[in-house]
């Protein structure tokens, strides 16, 4: 008994879906070769549509200069070999899509991505990708890929820095002769629910057309490019590193309110405040490679350092001062008051002078001017003497570290008034350091 028809229709059916996937000579003629680009005008390339909407950027690796990107590309050209008839269409539709395996017997670009590490077509069951045929012989590629592509970053604007990442596109074989590659109307789009955590992506995107050498290919090739600007966001920085070196530096200046009794807690608040800034900078460090350039980021580093090294040397200069002045002040020789009270008693033929800490003797001589009861003239009763040269005083002995106001008559210390003038010589110069930083960085990043 020989099968039925209804065992005959559904062979029917199997055999035409069989040959509808293998052999799709439903749309192609028998001589079309997939291997040949398709026909054009002499002299006239085959004009190739780009257009990309990127679904996420993850990944910005600065140590190894990379990112991430999945997107959908599509790709569409003019496939005028197509035999495409009406009822491969839905009603109402003036295109049909069709399994990725139907792609393999077409005629393919190659485009590829210039600097990409990594490129490939997202799978899962099977690759994400589809072919759409339009009736005007338009053929449309659409496919998800996942790339990691190189951009060579600059970071001497760190942490305000702008990388500018190009994504180049360029067919591998085919020379600007035979392939031009073009923009489509929508170019780039990006997802509006993108979002990075330490960039923000400056819009619009430039897209550029362009026709590259390549020297390894011996021609011209037609390339697109699409540049995504990266903009650092500073609010972590200002957070984490700004804010509370401002604030270390800030508290190094309370060392000019202790005196120098207080020589262990001046020391131990300066020391730490320079240990927390190399600690605090070591490891913001870690966050970028290493480069042979000075950034923002070290200029920096470099003044907050240089504020707190400057208190702990304002610290060993006032100290110096005052052991010299402990020194002159306590340095009173023994021999002089003996000789004080032995002139007072006119036993001594002597006076002692005391200059400079040093002591010499020399013999009394009478003064002209006469005394009163009770006085006692330190030059003795002798005839007549030469003018001589005024000496010098104690006060006048430790001039270079202490001195009377002639106004007031107070004693002036060394020392003392150079802590004075550290409280508003330190934070003014700090000041002017952040006014010349800042205005400059923030014109360099514009």
Not at 133 to 141: D, E
């Amino acid at each position: 008994m020989g099968p039925s028809r209804a065992d005959l229709c559904f062979l029917k059916e199997v055999m035409a879906v069989k040959n509808y996937t293998l052999k799709p000579r439903v749309v192609l003629p028998e001589d079309y070769v997939k291997e040949v680009r398709p026909p054009s005008k002499k002299g006239t390339p085959v004009v190739v549509e780009f257009s990309i909407f990127v679904v996420d950027i993850n990944s910005i690796n600065v140590e190894d200069m990379d990112f991430r990107v999945d997107m959908f590309v599509h790709q569409k050209w003019v496939e005028s070999r197509l035999d495409l008839h009406d009822d491969i269409f839905e009603e109402g539709d003036d295109h049909v899509i069709l399994p990725p395996e139907f792609f393999d017997n077409l005629w393919q670009p190659d485009p590829y991505f210039l600097n990409s590490k990594i490129s490939e077509i997202a799978t899962l069951t099977h690759k994400f990708s589809s072919v759409t045929l339009y009736k005007n012989s338009t053929v449309r590629y659409a496919c998800m890929m996942h790339a990691i592509i190189a951009c060579q970053m600059e970071f001497q604007l760190y942490p305000m820095d702008i990388q500018i990442c190009p994504i180049y596109i360029e067919s591998f074989s085919y020379h600007n002769q035979k392939i031009r590659l073009k923009w489509a109307d929508n170019g780039v789009t990006i997802n509006p629910e993108l979002k990075l955590l330490q960039y923000n992506l400056g819009q619009p995107l430039q897209l550029e057309e362009t026709d590259g050498y390549m020297p390894e290919k011996y021609g011209n090739f037609s390339r697109l490019a699409v540049y995504f600007r990266f903009e650092r966001q500073i609010g972590h920085h200002l957070i984490q590193t700004f804010a509370p070196s401002t604030l270390v530096v800030m508290l190094s200046w309370f060392s000019f309110w202790l005196g120098l009794d207080a020589i262990p807690g001046r020391v131990t608040l300066l020391v730490t405040c320079m240990l927390t800034l190399v600690t605090m900078f070591t490891g913001m460090r870690a966050d970028i490679p290493p480069v042979a350039y000075v950034k923002a980021l070290d200029l920096w580093m470099a003044g907050c350092m240089m504020f707190v090294f400057s208190a702990l040397a304002e610290f060993v200069v006032v100290k110096v001062l005052d052991v010299q002045y402990q020194y002159q002040v306590n340095k009173v020789p023994k021999v002089l008051p003996m000789r004080i009270s032995a002139m007072e008693k006119g036993q001594c033929a002597t006076v002692a002078n005391w200059e400079g800490g040093t002591v010499s003797v020399r013999p009394r001589k009478s003064t002209q001017t006469p005394t009163t009861p009770g006085q006692v003239s330190l030059q003795g009763n002798g005839g007549p003497q030469p003018p001589s040269a005024k000496q010098p005083t104690r006060r006048q002995s430790i001039l270079s570290v202490a001195w009377t106001d002639t106004d007031t008559g107070i004693e002036k210390i060394m020392w003392r008034e150079i802590d004075k003038m550290s409280r508003v010589v330190f934070p003014v110069l700090f000041l002017v350091f952040l006014i010349l930083y800042w205005p400059i960085l923030i014109f360099k990043t514009s």
